[in-house]
Antibody, heavy 118, light 109 residues
Framework: QVQLQESGPRLVKPSETLSLTCTVSGDSISPYYWTWIRQPPGKGLEWIGHIFHSGTTTYNPSFKSRLTISLDTSKNQLSLKLNSVSAADTAIYYC????????????WGQGTLVTVSS | EIVLTQSPGTLSLSPGERATLSCRASQSVFSTFLAWYQQKPGQAPRLLIYGIYNRAAGIPDRFSGSGSGTDFTLTISRLEPEDFAMYYCQYSDDSRHSTFGPGTKVDIK
């Protein structure tokens, strides 16, 4: 059974970089499609971006050049870095994945709330 | 960029009733990359339906998906107490950009 666990700082200052790691257990990270999704408190889901097992990424254009998603196959982890954060980036961040498609995600982490505040 | 609209915003029903949730795309969708998720408070979303019609592993057959073009539907044939939750649709285009609808809350009448 594939399990995902997000980790990283829960509090980030405005203008700094939000960095999260998702550790995958139960299978190799390599054959899967991985996605980051966020959810502001009390609001809906927002797609952040995908990374494919090849390392190819697709990002939500609304994040412009602030976003980097990467894989570390040696650690069975994926990561998210979001630069120049503001209060609008306060959200629960989820990593998610699927064995067959990037268009949906069967496996989800529990999510981690990241608050942007000074 | 396709925008998804879900209706109604809230659906108030009783256990045993049929729930029909709508997801409408701002322009016609030519791929089958449409999925539905259920989310309960404090939990991550759970994949229910993928590829418009297909139930994810472990999903009861009271959940079904349908639709084409711009209109898609999630139907829960007979609501069980555990089905009262938020439901989101998700669409991915051919360039692998994805978007979620705003959600429909199914609550107990």
């Amino acid at each position: 059974q594939v399990q995902l666990q997000e980790s990283g700082p829960r509090l980030v200052k405005p203008s700094e970089t939000l960095s999260l790691t998702c550790t995958v257990s139960g299978d190799s990270i390599s054959p899967y499609y991985w996605t980051w999704i966020r959810q502001p408190p009390g609001k809906g889901l927002e797609w952040i971006g995908h990374i494919f097992h090849s390392g190819t990424t697709t990002y939500n254009p609304s994040f412009k050049s602030r976003l980097t998603i990467s894989l570390d196959t040696s650690k069975n982890q994926l990561s998210l870095k979001l630069n120049s954060v503001s209060a609008a980036d306060t959200a629960i961040y989820y990593c998610a994945g699927d064995r067959f498609m990037s268009a949906w995600s069967y496996y989800w982490g529990q999510g981690t709330l990241v608050t942007v505040s000074s | 960029e396709i925008v998804l609209t879900q209706s109604p915003g809230t659906l108030s029903l009783s256990p045993g009733e049929r729930a029909t949730l709508s997801c409408r795309a701002s322009q016609s969708v030519f791929s089958t990359f449409l999925a539905w998720y259920q989310q309960k408070p404090g939990q991550a979303p759970r994949l229910l339906i993928y590829g418009i019609y297909n139930r994810a592993a472990g999903i009861p057959d009271r959940f079904s998906g349908s639709g084409s073009g711009t209109d898609f539907t999630l139907t829960i044939s007979r609501l069980e107490p555990e089905d009262f939750a938020m439901y989101y649709c998700q669409y991915s285009d051919d360039s692998r950009h994805s978007t979620f609808g705003p959600g429909t809350k199914v609550d107990i009448k």
